[in-house]
Nanobody
Framework: VQLVESGGGLVHDGGSLRLSCVGS????????VGWFRQAPGKDREFVAA???????EYGDVVKGRFTISRDNAKKTVYLQMDSLEFEDTALYFC???????????????????WGQGTQVTVSS
């Protein structure tokens, strides 16, 4: 599965952005997809994940502010980010699991395909 992220940019504290992750392949809808982020000097952090049934998990730092969704007809997973904070500044990646019909996971090691990332910068 090939993944391409878009939608990042510069936004003021309290603002919103919507990230998109477009996948390839006829079976994209059967894979769980996760969003992760990595800030300079910090470890990669789980943000959110959604599986083929739209079961969802969120990282604790984004609960109530971010919303993950998917449109399988468009082979796209979205991350709506509201009430952005300076601490949300990072390179955001989407990733897909290679196993079909499995649930979402917060563990990056179970994801096999990764995009190149899209930069989100929140100014304080």
């Amino acid at each position: 599965v090939q993944l391409v992220e878009s939608g990042g940019g510069l936004v003021h504290d309290g603002g919103s952005l919507r990230l998109s992750c477009v996948g390839s392949g006829a079976s994209f809808g059967s894979y769980a997809v996760g969003w992760f982020r990595q800030a300079p000097g910090k470890d990669r952090e789980f943000v959110a994940a959604i599986d083929w049934r739209s079961s969802i998990e969120y990282g604790d730092v984004v609960k109530g502010r971010f919303t993950i969704s998917r449109d399988n007809a468009k082979k796209t997973v979205y991350l709506q980010m509201d009430s952005l904070e300076f601490e949300d500044t990072a390179l955001y990646f989407c990733a897909a699991r290679s196993l079909k019909w499995v649930g979402p996971s917060s563990h990056s090691e179970v994801y096999d395909s990764w995009g190149q990332g899209t930069q989100v910068t929140v100014s304080s």
